[in-house]
């Protein structure tokens, strides 16, 4: 057979040029691969016909043969319809269309056997049939497939008559139309060890399936394939970093950790933050370079990690950096740290965007002849200008804002690449966190500092307003603090950002007596600081934000989180800002405030975060109820995450065998060089070629 892989739709019968256009617009499919590639997305089984007689409520769907009687126009302008009287000896069925009556009318004729195939509706003892398929009985039984495929369509494929039938036709001849069987696209050794089904059955068996368990086996096939490859491009890096890259030896923990331990160190260590210094010490003296990911619920304690990492790299003679994803969290870290590290003989300084000339030369000139030891900044930090004399070790604080580049321009400012903690609050499903990022290590808190309160998480109902206020006010008595979140989103951004000034005038009339201040993205930077100051000094005692203070932002003595149409936010960042609060001693409050009118999703999520406080719970249901695609992080990671078929959720075992079996195929042959072999390193090739590749040091 001929490379069919690259053979514009346009070719193939019944496409042709105009319904190519749609199908490459509206779905993506270009060429004979990609169709081939468009499975179904559910399956209706048609191995019964049933009789008129025996429909009654229980059938979403339902198959019936017979014959049309006659044709009727009912209705009069927009409820105009064509109905058929159907009938198969033991009653009548009603079937209509609102469209296409006279190609409906033409097409079909009396007296002829049909199978129908449809939603039936029942009105009392009527029974419809709106839009049904229609096909004449022979064609159904030759072709011998009783699970039907639905393929996904829009509005615009279905007015051009491409529905997911016109798509199973078409398909169909696709298949018809090739001569030899398609190429295997797996090793044999994977496809005989995994014990799987070919390609050209998989294939097949996806789109046309004779029975469950050829779909069972079809399914498992592919989507074995897709996860194996994202794993086998992953470890592949992973191993040719490790074979490739020697990190920073920083063999002794000395002076400054100790006295840090022995005389600053403001509270004892949880286990879970001594557990996890010492899987980076380790790291660090290993002689290879650390790549590593650091997950920590908020609140955890994880910037007391970074710093005591930073420490014994200064121990060892190297620069560290921390860089955080705003100027906010930046300045925070920054003064946190600097107020940990007073007693300790190290220097340390802040950059960002606004750092001033003189202080920014100063800076550079300070990290180019090592005075400097720390720096905290932004995105500042990875400009070319910035120079380190000997740059040992690099902090990323929430990791779901940095683009990959980002990540790579960061190990090129030493000779050697160094050693990488990546910090993030979001926790990540196990499964996710293989497939997204499977080069990493991964160490996790999973233990809040003693002495914490769990926050308690209320849902309000607009109508209840007044009762929040009361809420607040009696948290205000007692001296604590207040945040009340706003949505803005760009689409909305206009009505969103009215909102939230009329929240605030609203605020300061009924807290008369307290100071409020507002903070949103819009305000320049020092605008915002200065408003951030008022806040964290106890000056204001209400903080009226957006979610620009849902990362990292910390003032303990805030005791209150109020999210304002709490339905428009999404779990992740709904636990993020409650994140804010429950930092202190005090017990804290969060009031998720929604309408009364939720969708059933939003109602979910609003009662999961209503349950628990758990952030990994939290990201196992975000991510069984989005999906993902939609999960923070993932759109940024640079991989390729459109998958087809394999859902990670639901598809864990299958991951994990995924992952064993490229790992295993990479131990025994590291570049994939074996004749055997060759097939995966040209398909690993071809998928992963456009994607930036974070692993690789350039
Ligand atoms: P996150 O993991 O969200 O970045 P932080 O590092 O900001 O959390 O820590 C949250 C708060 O907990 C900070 O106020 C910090 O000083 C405090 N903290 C950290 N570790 C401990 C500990 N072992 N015992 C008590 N408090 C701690
Ligand atoms: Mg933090």
């Known amino acids: 057979m001929a490379e069919f892989s690259n053979i514009d739709i346009k070719f193939l019968a ?29 399956y209706i089984d048609r191995s019964k016909t049933y009789k008129i007689s025996e429909i009654d409520g229980n059938f979403p769907y339902i198959q019936i043969e017979g014959e049309i009687i006659k044709f009727e126009e009912v209705g009069t302008g927009r409820a105009k319809r064509l109905c058929a009287i159907f009938t198969d000896g033991t009653g009548i069925v009603e079937l209509v269309w609102f469209q296409g009556a006279k190609y409906i009318a033409d097409r079909y004729s009396l007296r002829t056997r049909y199978t129908v195939f449809g939603k039936p509706a029942l009105y009392g003892n009527k029974v419809t049939i709106a839009h049904p398929e229609i096909d004449k009985p022979e064609s159904i039984n030759d072709k011998q497939c009783s699970l039907q495929g639905y393929y996904g369509t829009t509005e615009t494929m279905k007015r051009k008559f491409l529905n997911s039938k016109a798509i199973s036709r078409i398909i169909d001849n696709l298949f018809k139309s090739l001569r030899a069987p398609i190429y295997e696209t797996l090793s044999v050794d994977v496809v005989q060890k995994c014990n799987l089904i070919n390609i050209n059955d998989a294939l097949r068996n996806i789109h046309f399936p004779k029975s469950n368990e050829d779909l069972k086996r079809a399914s498992f096939r592919l989507k074995f394939e897709e996860l194996f490859y994202i794993q086998l491009n992953i470890l592949r890096y992973m191993k040719l970093r490790e074979r490739s890259l020697n990190g920073f030896k920083f063999p002794c923990v000395g002076n400054l950790v100790n006295t840090f331990y022995k005389e600053s160190l403001p509270f004892e260590l949880t286990g879970a933050q001594k557990r996890v210094i010492k899987e980076i010490r380790a790291d660090m003296g290993s002689g290879k370079q650390m790549n590593r990911l650091l997950q920590g619920d908020v609140g955890s304690g994880k910037t007391l990690v970074a710093v005591m990492s930073m420490l014994i790299a200064a121990d060892n003679g190297y620069q ?20 940990l590290l007073s007693n300790i003989d190290v ?63 960061l190990w090129k400012k030493n000779s050697q690449p160094p050693h990488i903690l990546v910090m993030t609050a979001t926790p990540i499903p196990r499964t996710l966190a293989m497939t997204l990022y499977g080069d990493l290590d991964v160490s996790i808190i999973d233990e809040l500092p003693p002495g ?51 929240g605030y005038e609203l605020l300061k009339k009924i807290f008369k007596e307290y100071n409020v201040c507002m903070i949103h993205g819009k305000m320049k930077s020092a605008e ?48 993020q800002l409650r994140g804010r609060v429950g930092r202190g001693a005090e017990q804290s409050y969060c009031i998720l405030k929604a309408s009364h009118k939720l969708s059933s999703d939003s109602r979910k999520r609003l009662d999961i975060m209503c349950k628990t406080n758990d952030g990994f719970e939290i990201a196992e249901a975000d991510l069984k109820l989005r999906g993902p695609g939609d999960m923070e992080g993932t759109q940024q990671s640079g991989m390729a995450f459109n998958l087809r078929i394999a859902n990670i959720t639901r598809d864990s075992q299958i991951l994990q065998l995924a992952r064993d079996t490229a790992n295993d195929i990479l131990d025994e042959d590291p570049d994939l060089s074996m004749p055997t072999h060759l097939i995966l390193k040209i398909k690993l090739d071809k998928l992963f070629k456009r994607i930036v590749n974070f692993g690789l040091v350039g």
């Open 347 to 409: 220097r340390i300084a802040l950059l960002t965007g606004s750092t001033k000339k003189s202080e920014r030369d100063r800076i550079d000139e300070e990290l180019r002849n090592g005075t400097l030891n720390f720096i905290v900044g932004t995105h500042a930090l990875i400009e070319e200008s910035v120079v380190f004399k000997n740059l040992g070790f690099v902090v990323i604080d929430e990791q779901h804002r940095f683009g990959v580049e980002q990540r790579s321009k």
């Open 14 to 42: 019944g496409v042709g040029p105009k319904r190519a256009e749609i199908l490459k617009k509206e779905a993506g499919i270009a060429t004979y691969e990609d169709l081939l590639h468009y499975y179904p997305y559910k």
């Open 528 to 575: 915002k600081d200065a408003e951030m100051q008022k806040f964290a000094s106890g000056e204001a005692a209400i903080m009226v934000a957006t979610t620009v203070i849902e990362v990292g932002v910390d003032v303990p003595n805030a005791s209150v989180m109020v999210i304002e149409n709490a339905e428009r936010f999404g779990l992740a960042q709904l636990h």
């Open 452 to 502: 914490r309160k769990p926050i308690s998480t209320i849902l309000r109902f607009d109508t209840g307003a007044a009762k929040v206020y009361e809420g607040i006010r009696k948290q205000l008595q007692a001296g604590r603090q207040a945040y009340i979140v706003y949505p803005l989103i760009k689409e909305s951004e206009k009505s969103d950002l009215k909102n939230l000034e009329e």
């Open 320 to 339: 560290a950096c921390i860089m955080a994803p705003t100027e906010i969290l930046a300045t925070q870290h920054y003064e946190n740290i600097k107020r």
